[in-house]
């Protein structure tokens, strides 16, 4: 063997370059199981309501107790006790009490479960051209021209008039219909070729067709219309003032996919931000005794600005966390749990974009996040000059390097996007104001916001190490 020259050597001691996860993990097969996970949690949650619900079946199965049975018993909080708390179902807080009391800070790794797609208006159903269909109103950043011509499943849940809740599942089996949104032939898409992508499909364009069949009536108006209603009037009991009380979304239909021919990669909708939600959810659940008490918050609202009573705006986890505070501590006095909160460290756990080859102009290659090159670290989100940014402070990045470089997390720093090229946010700053220390941290992900995103296997592996390491300090 030839020795390395001195040139090669400082070179190697003094520059850096980022590792491939797939170079660094010899034990192939667990990265694959992993996945295999991943693909039923998103299978089995494709919106808010199913992933919070999962995400609560799982907690049970592993011991969680839910926070209100714990007051209503009023149970002493003890270190390695599992609770739960459920906000209306769309939004739950997963706590493992640690060692040291609460007030002297948590853990916490908080992801959505929310994700970009087409929501069902309040009074949707009409007739046109013998045509029966659903007015819709988009939910988050879409680009509207990704959600025509693909199959639609409908999925959420309409409560009747005495107050039954019915859930809403039409599209996912094989045996089922599913629903879509037309696009013009490109025979006759010669003005619409010349309109500017974002403007081709309009918001009040994306009507979804469900169906063409006239009740056998002669002397009615609306009878396609009429034999819909009927047919879900048939099947659920419901009529058409019931939508003004239903959540009926619009997704992707079908399962998440192993892409490539490698089997590297998964290709499924919702990967933003079920990805960092069930990768830290693994993260918990494989925790033992942690020395600080360890918090998975799997949010919703994430992708309309974090608002309203399940967004992380709202006070609920302040709350539960009052709640525990008060069941752990002799009296309880707001200043404790102002405390716990200000002494808490956050991976604010939210997917970053990936350098896609097809696409090179937007990101700088030097500072973005590379598909399979593990858990990524972006110090500030935001747009023009990081505004509207939680910018990470260098003593907390510091912990978080030394905490990955300790465990052998391979691991990268990703920024989202070229300077002025863009940007975005995510549940970063809302924590930070408490002065707990936060950093975005999650899964690189390739088409974000499509019905279609892509993920490596690899990266979601090491992003549930990446967790638990954070949680075992
Ligand atoms: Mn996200
Ligand atoms: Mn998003």
Same mark, same amino acid.
């Given at each position: 063997?030839? $020795?390395?020259?001195?040139?090669?050597?400082?070179?190697?001691?003094?520059?850096?370059?980022?590792?491939?996860?797939?170079?660094?993990?010899?034990?192939k097969?667990q990265?694959f199981?992993?996945?295999?996970?991943y693909?039923? /949690?998103l299978?089995n949650?494709?919106t808010?309501?199913?992933?919070?619900?999962?995400?609560?079946?799982?907690?049970?199965?592993?011991?969680?107790? $839910?926070?209100?049975?714990?007051?209503?018993?009023?149970?002493?909080?003890?270190?390695?006790?599992?609770?739960?708390?459920?906000?209306?179902e769309?939004?739950?807080?997963?706590?493992?009490?640690?060692?040291?009391?609460i007030?002297?800070?948590?853990?916490?790794?908080?992801s959505h479960?929310?994700?970009?797609?087409?929501?069902? !208006?309040?009074?949707?159903?009409?007739?046109?051209?013998?045509?029966?269909?659903?007015?819709? *109103?988009?939910?988050g950043?879409?680009?509207k021209?990704?959600?025509?011509?693909?199959?639609?499943?409908?999925?959420g849940?309409?409560?009747?008039?005495?107050?039954?809740?019915?859930? +809403?599942?039409?599209?996912?089996?094989e045996?089922?219909?599913?629903f879509?949104?037309?696009?013009l032939? @490109? *025979?006759l898409?010669?003005?619409?070729?010349?309109?500017?992508?974002?403007?081709?499909?309009?918001?009040?364009?994306?009507n979804?067709?469900?169906?063409?069949? @006239?009740?056998?009536?002669?002397?009615?108006?609306?009878?396609v219309?009429?034999?819909?209603?009927?047919?879900?009037?048939?099947?659920?009991?419901?009529?058409?003032?019931? /939508?003004t009380?239903?959540?009926?979304?619009a997704?992707?239909a079908?399962?998440?996919?192993? +892409?490539?021919?490698?089997?590297?990669?998964v290709?499924?909708?919702? *990967?933003?931000?079920r +990805?960092?939600a /069930?990768?830290?959810?693994?993260?918990?659940?494989?925790?033992?005794?942690?020395?600080?008490?360890a918090v998975?918050?799997?949010?919703?609202k994430? $992708? +309309?600005?974090?608002?309203?009573?399940?967004?992380?705006?709202?006070?609920?986890?302040e709350?539960?966390v009052?709640?525990?505070?008060?069941?752990?501590?002799?009296?309880?006095?707001?200043?404790?749990?102002?405390?716990?909160?200000?002494?808490s460290?956050?991976?604010?756990?939210?997917?970053?974009?990936?350098?896609?080859?097809?696409?090179?102009?937007?990101?700088?290659?030097?500072?973005?996040?590379?598909?399979?090159?593990?858990?990524?670290?972006?110090?500030?989100?935001?747009?023009?000059? !990081?505004?509207?940014?939680n910018?990470?402070?260098s $003593?907390?990045?510091?912990?978080?390097?030394?905490?990955?470089n300790e465990?052998?997390?391979?691991w990268?720093?990703?920024?989202?996007?070229?300077?002025?090229?863009?940007g975005?946010?995510? #549940?970063?700053? #809302?924590?930070?104001?408490?002065?707990?220390?936060?950093?975005?941290?999650?899964?690189?992900?390739?088409?974000? *916001?499509?019905?279609y995103?892509?993920v490596?296997?690899?990266?979601?592996f090491?992003?549930?190490?990446?967790y638990?390491?954070?949680?075992?300090?």
């Amino acid at each position: 063997m030839v $020795e390395k020259s001195e040139a090669k050597k400082l070179q190697e001691k003094l520059t850096h370059s980022w590792n491939n996860v797939w170079d660094k993990i010899e034990d192939k097969e667990q990265i694959f199981r992993l996945n295999e996970e991943y693909k039923s /949690f998103l299978d089995n949650g494709k919106t808010e309501r199913e992933s919070a619900n999962e995400i609560i079946k799982i907690a049970k199965e592993n011991g969680y107790i $839910e926070l209100n049975e714990v007051i209503d018993k009023n149970i002493t909080i003890k270190p390695g006790m599992k609770i739960y708390a459920n906000n209306k179902e769309k939004y739950v807080a997963m706590f493992v009490i640690g060692e040291e009391k609460i007030s002297r800070g948590m853990n916490i790794v908080g992801s959505h479960i929310d994700s970009p797609r087409i929501d069902i !208006k309040q009074f949707p159903l009409y007739e046109d051209s013998e045509m029966a269909l659903l007015k819709t *109103h988009y939910y988050g950043g879409i680009r509207k021209y990704q959600w025509v011509t693909l199959p639609l499943a409908l999925h959420g849940v309409v409560i009747k008039s005495n107050g039954e809740k019915i859930n +809403v599942v039409i599209g996912e089996d094989e045996s089922d219909p599913v629903f879509m949104i037309t696009d013009l032939l @490109p *025979h006759l898409a010669k003005d619409q070729n010349q309109k500017k992508l974002a403007e081709g499909i309009t918001g009040e364009g994306l009507n979804i067709i469900i169906g063409t069949i @006239p009740y056998q009536n002669d002397d009615i108006k609306d009878k396609v219309k009429l034999n819909v209603l009927n047919i879900l009037n048939e099947k659920y009991g419901i009529t058409e003032e019931d /939508f003004t009380t239903a959540e009926l979304e619009a997704v992707p239909a079908g399962k998440a996919r192993d +892409v490539g021919i490698d089997r590297s990669l998964v290709g499924a909708y919702g *990967h933003d931000d079920r +990805v960092c939600a /069930f990768t830290s959810l693994k993260a918990i659940l494989d925790i033992k005794q942690p020395k600080k008490t360890a918090v998975g918050l799997f949010v919703d609202k994430e $992708e +309309v600005g974090s608002m309203g009573n399940t967004g992380m705006e709202s006070k609920f986890f302040e709350y539960a966390v009052s709640e525990l505070v008060a069941l752990q501590e002799e009296s309880y006095c707001e200043l404790i749990t102002k405390r716990a909160m200000a002494n808490s460290r956050v991976l604010s756990a939210d997917v970053a974009a990936g350098f896609d080859p097809n696409y090179p102009e937007v990101l700088d290659k030097r500072n973005a996040a590379f598909i399979g090159k593990g858990i990524t670290i972006a110090k500030f989100t935001g747009v023009r000059g !990081k505004s509207g940014s939680n910018d990470a402070n260098s $003593e907390y990045i510091s912990d978080i390097r030394r905490i990955f470089n300790e465990n052998n997390i391979v691991w990268q720093m990703g920024e989202l996007g070229k300077v002025d090229q863009g940007g975005g946010g995510t #549940i970063a700053y #809302i924590l930070a104001n408490y002065g707990m220390e936060v950093v975005d941290c999650g899964v690189p992900v390739l088409s974000m *916001h499509a019905p279609y995103e892509l993920v490596s296997k690899a990266d979601v592996f090491m992003t549930y190490k990446g967790y638990k390491a954070f949680y075992e300090v």
